[in-house]
């Protein structure tokens, strides 16, 4: 079961995922400061380079309540990077790392940018993080999207020797799909939602994950 | 399914510790604290499809 984080109620309803897909967190609004608008594009660039959406808060305007938006966007995504400077406005930090939270609580995985001299909170000491250098940066970010994508070959050698459990089967390769959103995993989930009988809530929630109409 | 490969392992690179899995079951039975592979379970290279 998923939770809302608005009312505790389990999601009941089709989900949108977005597979291949990075949540930005950093300061949206105001005006955005000449070092993050830096990070945000060469992090924009080496993301397009791999065909992987960013996508952040202004993503989607829906109209309804801005945090089951988030919320929302969090659970669609594979994974999310949070950029952080010495000049950001100091409100939006603990929003940043909030969603740090919800995405790290969701299974997500995270990484932080940051500028040099900006402090992590210790909470946040075993998150992964990189220390912005114009002359490194690409290398890093890369390595750090090569291990996202290593991880989802993880997944999906680990589905394939969990078969006897094919509820925790899919989730591997949910998770393997959202990452990569390759294909061939959509059609191993859906072989396996095809041989095994699921109640109709499950079998919601399976075919959301894997984009089956 | 034979007893050897009914129980294996895999690297997790999110941790770089492996996790022991009992095929049969379809369980993970253990995740190693210390560095390197359990010792006599077969280790189950990774796949991306």
Not at chain 1, 79 to 90: E, F, L, P
């Amino acid at each position: 079961m998923i939770y809302y984080n608005t009312n505790n109620d389990p999601v009941t309803q089709w989900i949108n995922y977005n597979p291949r897909s990075c949540f930005l967190m950093t300061q949206l609004g105001g005006i955005r400061p000449l070092d993050l608008t830096e990070i945000i594009d060469r992090t924009k660039r080496i993301l397009d380079d791999r065909e992987i959406k960013l996508l952040d808060g202004n993503s989607e305007i829906t109209g309804k309540d801005f945090l089951i938006k988030i919320w929302k966007l969090v659970m669609s995504v594979p994974m999310g990077v949070a950029i952080v400077t010495k000049t950001i406005k100091s409100s939006a930090i603990p929003n940043i790392f909030y969603e740090i939270g919800m995405m790290n609580t969701l299974g997500k995985d995270t990484i932080v940018i940051k500028c040099k001299h900006f402090k992590i909170p210790s909470d946040f000491i075993r998150t992964e993080y990189i220390e912005f250098d114009n002359e490194t940066y690409d290398h890093k970010f890369n390595n750090y999207l090569d291990r996202v994508f290593d991880y989802s070959k993880y997944c999906v050698t680990m589905a394939n020797n969990l078969t006897a459990k094919p509820i925790l089967t899919l989730d591997y390769l949910r998770r393997a799909y959202l990452i990569t959103g390759d294909a061939d995993i959509k059609t191993k989930a859906e072989d396996i939602m095809s041989r095994e009988s699921f109640d109709e809530h499950t079998l919601l929630m399976l075919k959301s994950a894997f984009e089956i109409k | 399914m034979a007893e050897k490969q009914r129980i294996v392992q895999v690297k997790n690179p999110k941790s770089g510790h492996y996790v022991k899995i009992d095929r049969k079951e379809g369980k993970i039975l253990s995740h190693k604290k210390s560095d390197g592979p359990y010792k006599g379970v077969t280790i189950v290279r990774k796949s991306s499809k």
